[in-house]
């Protein structure tokens, strides 16, 4: 079945340190990909997407490149601000599907 | 920038007793699905709705869960009996078919 496995956290950064949160998933077909932000109290805001191999998402410095090769979209930013502080939800959406599913998310912590 | 919204924020409620959740969807959009979120837990699929009817659920989904959409604009979640173990945060999200777009919750406590 679908899956999507990402790193534990949490991930405790400095500001302007570069972040890597790893994201890999399982999937029959050709899937879309998506990082999800979700800030303390809040709900789910969609940060980026790619929705083909070797696309690349990018969105607020962030940025996912879809590897089919690898299975992956790793998340990245150059360098993160204290305001990046929250949990980071990598997910995918089959083809044809209609639900979503979702990593286990990464709390980031920037510490000023 | 359109988004979807939900009310309330927060529902506390006895266990036992009926709750509805309510969502408005992205007006242009068709498809509606509804997820939960256990405190510092995975985001779970509970169903997906189109063309007024249900296009997939999960195992979640049991008969205490159902969905309606009542008129053009709200799409809602009923829980019939609620259980200590439905406390929850929970996502509506609607699609263009392409993404998924999600509210902001409503967090669901159960005493």
């Known amino acids: 079945g679908n899956s999507v496995t990402q790193m534990e956290g949490p991930v405790t950064l400095s500001e302007e340190a570069f972040l890597t949160i790893n994201c890999t998933y399982t999937?029959?077909?050709?899937?879309?990909l998506f990082w999800y932000v979700q800030y303390p109290g809040e709900g789910l805001q969609l940060l980026l997407k790619?929705?083909?191999?070797?696309d690349k998402g990018s969105n607020k410095g962030f940025e996912a490149t879809y590897r089919k090769e690898t299975t992956s979209f790793h998340l990245e930013k150059g360098s993160v601000q204290v305001s990046d502080s929250a949990v980071y939800f990598c997910?995918?959406?089959?083809?044809?599907?209609?639900?979503?599913?979702f990593g286990a998310g990464t709390r980031l912590f920037v510490k000023a | 920038e359109p988004e979807v919204t939900q009310t309330p924020s927060h529902q506390v409620t006895q266990m036992g007793q009926e709750v509805i959740l309510r969502c408005v969807p992205i007006?242009?959009?068709?498809?509606f699905y509804w997820y939960r979120q256990i405190l510092g837990q995975k985001v779970e699929f509970l169903v997906s709705?189109?063309?007024?009817?249900?296009?997939?659920k999960s195992e979640i989904f049991d008969d205490q869960f159902s969905v309606e959409r009542p008129d053009g604009s709200n799409f809602t979640l009923k829980i019939r009996s609620t259980k200590l173990e439905d406390s929850a945060m929970y996502f509506c999200?609607?699609?263009?078919?392409?993404?998924?777009?999600f509210g902001p919750g409503t967090r669901l406590t159960v005493l």
């Open positions: 999200a609607s699609s263009d078919r392409l993404t998924q777009y």
């Open positions: 999937a029959t077909g050709y899937p879309s």
């Open positions: 790619a929705t083909k191999a070797d």
């Open positions: 997910a995918l959406l089959n083809t044809g599907g209609f639900k979503t599913i």
């Open positions: 007006s242009n959009h068709l498809y």
């Open positions: 709705f189109y063309n007024n009817e249900i296009s997939e």
